[in-house]
């Protein structure tokens, strides 16, 4: 029985390998948008798998509006549903469709000509307040979810400070809920032994131990 669960588990896990849309390396330089000499090659590769996921989105439609509500139930969480939301307003800031001037429901109706520009760190805020929020602080016996990108921004090796914490994450510094919501990621990777402060700003101590317990985190974010 142990044998079989353990084979369900890792067929589980090979399943999500095949079937997530970008590579770890291209995941990797998408974030990290450092190393120009493979930037370019990877944007091309990204928006190449981008169009051709975004040409299935009839599909979906499909399945969501004729597949009976009590089986989709089973099969999308809350999370998807928030995430569906988040890719929503994401796909509206890119085109600038918002704020919505017209009937919300009939995408006809908008002005997208006489639109007023979005403040894109506020819409940030908002989005991370609702996505991170719910963080558990290690004093109240647990975590929530990480951001993976606040990671690889403080893992670069120099020490940073707050503010250039929430720069790079392109949220507005004004926000002071979404700021508390960082802070509280911060001190959980302090805690844990990931970071150390150095005055006023945060180091990543890179310990010998890391790659296991990074791994872990990661995997619940």
Known sequence: MV????????????????DRLLSEKERERLMDRKDKSKLALNDARVRKKLSNWLKTLDEVFLIFNNLPEEQSWSVITHED???????????????????????????????????????????????????????????KGGMGKLDKQLITIINTGAAMSMDELIKGLGIDPGDSEAIAVVYGEIKFLEAVGFIEKV???????????????????????
């Not at 044998?3 to 095949?18: I, Q």
């Not at 101590?205 to 990661?218: A, W």
């Open 3 to 18: 044998r079989y669960m353990d084979d369900v588990s890792a067929g589980h896990t090979r399943n999500l390998k095949r």
């Open 199 to 221: 005055g006023d700003r945060w180091q990543w101590t890179n310990p010998t131990d890391s790659k296991p317990k990074q791994e872990k985190i990661l995997k619940k974010s």
């Open 81 to 139: 549903a928030f995430k569906l939301l988040c890719l929503a307003a994401r796909a509206m800031k890119i085109k600038n469709y918002y704020p919505i001037a017209g009937i919300v429901s009939d995408p006809y109706t908008w002005d997208i000509e006489n639109y007023e520009p979005l403040d894109h760190k506020k819409c940030n805020a908002l989005l991370y307040r609702a996505k991170f929020g719910d963080y558990i602080a290690p004093s």
